[in-house]
């Protein structure tokens, strides 16, 4: 009898976690505001052992991919390099792309041929180190998809994910979320500026940054209709005084 009762704890141990595995949740849970943990640890394209924060110094799209997806992972990864051709940003320079791959038995060697296949698809010259492919192991991988918000699963020997881009500052903080794998460049263009913190950036950036806001509901950014009506108004309400009440009156003697 004594030996049975750790046998059937453990038994029941057993069924209780992989209860549980079976009810993860699946899909993002939004973490806005928050940090990812920049100290945890991912080997390069090269095999090199990397902390993030050696990584991650300007605006960076951040992607959960698995490199031998038969799914969305290609199609989000091929859509990304599409929009790095068509931005005015400039990869390297203005922001950074870090993907890393939250299945703990891909290795460097298929992160550096993602990266080689990715990079021949962008339709300009950038900067490869703009773009980085990362592998780990699963201590680091959950540490970062948790502190993001993003969970998946692996049923039926392939991993059971959402498609997303998750766009982050400098310090690591969460900015903005850019669901599924098509998007449009000028969504992704304010999502980064979003994430620079407040950094000087061109006028016309500051312009689009005013005039547009984020729609949740509809998960992309959208003309700000209120704000821009306000500024008109008040600039029709600008003229208004400066042609009625401080331009000057004519003197005496002039000809009406």
């Not at 141990?13 to 806005?32: M, S, T, Y």
């Not at 669901?179 to 016309?204: C, F, N, W």
């Not at 547009?212 to 600039?235: E, K, S």
Request: proline letters at 6%; a positive charge.
């Amino acid at each position: 009898m004594k030996i049975f009762i750790p046998v059937f704890v453990l038994i029941i141990f057993a069924v209780v976690r992989l209860g549980a595995q079976d009810n993860q949740p699946v899909g993002i849970a939004e973490k806005l505001g928050q940090t990812i943990p920049l100290d945890a640890e991912f080997y390069d394209e090269s095999g090199n052992l990397v902390q993030l924060k050696s990584v991650i110094t300007k605006p960076t799209i951040l992607m959960f991919v698995y490199y031998r997806c038969p799914g969305i992972c290609n199609p989000l990864m091929t859509e990304v390099a599409n929009i790095v051709g068509k931005m005015d940003l400039e990869l390297g320079k203005d922001y950074q792309i870090v993907t890393i791959s939250f299945d703990p038995e891909e290795k460097p060697e298929l992160a550096a041929d993602k990266k080689d296949n990715y990079l021949s698809l962008i339709k300009r010259k950038v900067d490869p180190n703009g773009w980085r492919f990362f592998t780990g192991d699963s201590v680091n991988i959950h540490r970062v998809t948790d502190a993001a918000g993003f969970f998946y699963k692996k049923e039926n020997g392939t991993w059971v994910h959402a498609g997303v881009l998750t766009v982050i500052s400098p310090s690591g903080k969460i900015a903005r979320y850019l669901y599924g794998i098509q998007h449009l460049p000028l969504d992704v263009k304010l999502a980064l500026m979003e994430a620079s913190e407040g950094r000087t950036g061109p006028t016309i950036a500051k312009v689009l940054s005013f005039c547009y806001a984020y729609d949740p509901a509809g998960q992309r950014y959208a003309l700000d209709i209120v704000r821009v009506c306000g500024v008109v108004f008040l600039g029709l309400v600008g003229v208004f005084v400066i042609v009625f009440l401080v331009k000057p009156g004519k003197k005496k003697g002039e000809p009406q």
